[in-house]
């Protein structure tokens, strides 16, 4: 009996001992890919750094134009305001 028992515990040792090296394995490949992972993303983030500032700056200058452009639609409907009542105070006086 205790050398059946002793048998079962070394093949359970053994596999576990081997299953545990599987294990480390497994954690080492993972490890791996997640550090080149981070080092793809960090890649992307310096070369996307660019672009982005490029995209802000051009929706910054659109901003500004856009605020240019208000500006000269309000004056020029203030002028058309102006001019439409001094239409109306010459077609008062003629009549």
């Known amino acids: 009996m205790e ?3 002793f048998e079962l515990l070394s093949r ?5 001992s081997e299953f545990r090296e599987g294990t480390e394995e497994f954690q ?3 490890t791996q890919k ?3 992972n981070s080092n ?4 992307l983030e310096n070369e996307l750094k ?3 500032k490029a995209l802000y700056d051009g929706y910054k200058q659109t901003y500004e134009k856009l605020n ?9 409907s203030a002028k058309i305001e102006k001019q439409e ?3 109306k105070v010459i077609k008062g006086g003629k009549v």
Not at 40 to 43: A, D, G, K, L, V
Not at 68 to 76: A, C, F
């Open 12 to 16: 359970m040792y053994g596999e576990f």
């Open 34 to 36: 997640v550090q080149e």
């Open 50 to 52: 660019g672009d982005i």
């Open 40 to 43: 793809h993303i960090i890649r």
């Open 85 to 87: 009542v001094e239409i």
């Open 68 to 76: 240019v452009l208000e500006n000269k639609v309000d004056d020029i």
């Open 3 to 5: 050398d059946k028992t």
């Open 28 to 30: 080492k490949n993972i």
